[in-house]
Nanobody, 115 residues
Framework: QVQLVESGGGLVQPGGSLRLSCAAS????????MGWFRQAPGKEREFVAK???????NYADSVKGRFTISRDNAKNTVYLQMNSLKPEDTAVYYC?????????WGQGTQVTVSS
């Protein structure tokens, strides 16, 4: 069974940084595109970033230049480095394959950007 476990969230001041991790099991990780998504209170879940099997990346316009997605196939882990955080980045962050599968959603990790 597929498990995606996110970690690394927390409370950070505007302008700060966080690094999220997502450990995957139950899939052939190296053969899958992976993505990060987020859901803010009262809003629908949205795409944040994706990384291909070859390391190519794409980002939502709202995070381009501030966030960096990466992967370590040896550790079956995908990362999201978040810099210059803004209050509007506050959300629960999830990883999933890309495109996502509903059955793969985990519990996510809360990121709160506030002074």
């Amino acid at each position: 069974q597929v498990q995606l476990v996110e970690s690394g969230g927390g409370l950070v001041q505007p302008g700060g940084s966080l690094r999220l991790s997502c450990a995957a099991s139950g899939i052939i990780f190296s053969s899958r595109y992976m993505g990060w998504f987020r859901q803010a209170p009262g809003k629908e879940r949205e795409f944040v970033a994706k990384i291909t099997t070859g390391g190519g990346t794409n980002y939502a316009d709202s995070v381009k230049g501030r966030f960096t997605i990466s992967r370590d196939n040896a550790k079956n882990t995908v990362y999201l480095q978040m810099n210059s955080l803004k209050p509007e980045d506050t959300a629960v962050y999830y990883c999933n394959t890309y495109p996502y599968r509903d059955a793969y959603w985990g519990q996510g990790t809360q990121v709160t950007v506030s002074s």
